[in-house]
Each structure stands twice: as C-alpha cells, then as structure tokens.
C-alpha cells in the first residue's frame, strides 16, 4: 500500500513570499490532516478535512494560511505571504475515517520550509 | 484542556541497555494514547497504541509501553535496544470522541555502540 505522499520536500524562500505544499492521503481515506512541527516541538494541527468538508481549522492562522482538500483526495496548503516564524516542517496525514479518535494516522515525510 | 509533557528531550543510552522514555498527559475526560517513531528523514510512524483493555501494549519491535491511569503516564519502555532504534518518539494523547491529536515535543533517542 502506497503510503502518504507530500511533495516538495524541501523548500527556501524570502518572507512575503508565497509558497504551496501539495500532499496526496492513502487511497480510500476519508480524512486528511495538515500538520505544523516547528524545530524542538511536536506536530501542531493546523486544518483537518473529512472528505472535502473541513472538520476543524480553529488553529489554521487564517489571514495567511489557506487549504483546500481537492475533490475529496488531494489536498494544498498555502502560505501568504510568509514569515519568518512559518519555517517549520509541514506534515500531512491521513486516517481512514477520523470520526473515531481511535483511527490511526498515518503521516507524510513531510515538506521543511526555510523562510528567510 | 489535554496537554502532553515529555520531560526528558534527549535520553543517550548504550546499545543493549534497558530505556524508558517518559510521557505524561492530563485530561478531563477518557483518552487514547499513542507513541510515534520518527526516523531521520522520514515520516512519523505509529509504535503502538492504548484504547482499552489492557494497560499493556507491546510494538512488534520490542518496545511496550504502560498506561497508569492513576499516574495519568503512558511510559514507553524497552529491555535491550539496538543501533537501529535510534530515533525520535513522541507521545500523543486524544481524548475518546475528539478530533484534534496533541503531541509531545518528543525526546530524541540516541543508541551508543
């Protein structure tokens, strides 16, 4: 089974610009999960959709961040514009239901943004 | 609020030794736990897990972990460590019925030969 997919990897860019994070959840799993990991903490949620409807954003800095979860599948995430404290490591996951709090979830390898 | 504190960032230990690494939740309400392996340059991996039933857990790599419902702890814990388990573990807590997984800072697991 093909596991969470995130592209790009690795990404350096100046502050106030844009810059977009793509990931693409296991197949035939409802949920998907975007996560912040500044250096020396643990993962943060920022945005969770079920299916194409967002379940929870109360996290998501919202007058920079956006996400949408494309036709129920893919998902991106966007920051504009950026600042310096946006460098972290941007995590997706997924879980094949996420209305059970049991559900595990499965994570990406992630994308690190340097913001300069 | 739920909240998730691992005390110890970095534990050094020579291959072979025993390790615990520490975790501490508080809630309101009934959780489940879980502990997750990051390896270098990889993605968060699920090592185990506590819904119910028994307090016991065991990963298929030799790791276990306890919950203490009274102590509120969910220690992760291995008799003999290898080379290979060097890596960094985070606890995570939800509490039974929510959405949001809180995580620990994690603590950096460091196996000397």
């Known amino acids: 089974e093909a596991g969470v997919a995130q592209s790009p990897r690795y990404k350096i860019i100046e502050k106030r610009q844009s810059v977009a994070f793509w990931c693409n959840p296991i197949s035939g799993h409802a949920t998907l999960y975007w996560y912040q990991q500044i250096l020396g903490q643990g993962p943060k949620l920022l945005i969770q959709?079920?299916?194409?409807?967002?379940?929870?954003d109360s996290q998501l800095p919202k007058d920079r961040f956006s996400a949408e979860r494309l036709k129920g599948v893919d998902s991106t995430l966007k920051i504009q514009p950026a600042k310096l404290e946006d460098s972290a490591v941007y995590l997706c996951?997924?879980?094949?239901?996420?209305?059970?709090?049991?559900?595990?979830?499965?994570f990406g390898p992630g994308t690190r943004l340097t913001v300069l | 609020a739920q909240s998730v504190t691992q005390l110890d960032s970095q534990v050094p230990v020579f291959e072979e030794a025993p390790v615990e690494l520490r975790c501490n939740y508080s809630?309101?309400?009934?959780?489940?736990l879980f502990w997750y392996v990051q390896y270098p340059n990889q993605g968060l991996q699920l090592l185990l897990k506590y819904l119910s039933g028994s307090t016991l857990v065991e990963s298929i790599n030799g790791f276990e972990a306890e919950f203490n419902k009274s102590q509120t702890s969910f220690h992760l814990r291995k008799p003999s460590v290898h080379i290979s388990d060097t890596a960094e573990y985070f606890c995570?807590?939800?509490?039974?019925?929510?959405?949001?997984?809180?995580f620990g800072t994690g603590t950096r697991l460091t196996v000397i030969p």
């Open positions: 995570a807590v939800i509490e039974t019925g929510a959405n949001n997984l809180f």
């Open positions: 996951a997924s879980s094949v239901r996420g209305d059970r709090s049991a559900d595990t979830q499965y």
């Open positions: 959709f079920q299916n194409n409807g967002v379940v929870d």
């Open positions: 809630s309101s309400v009934s959780v489940y």
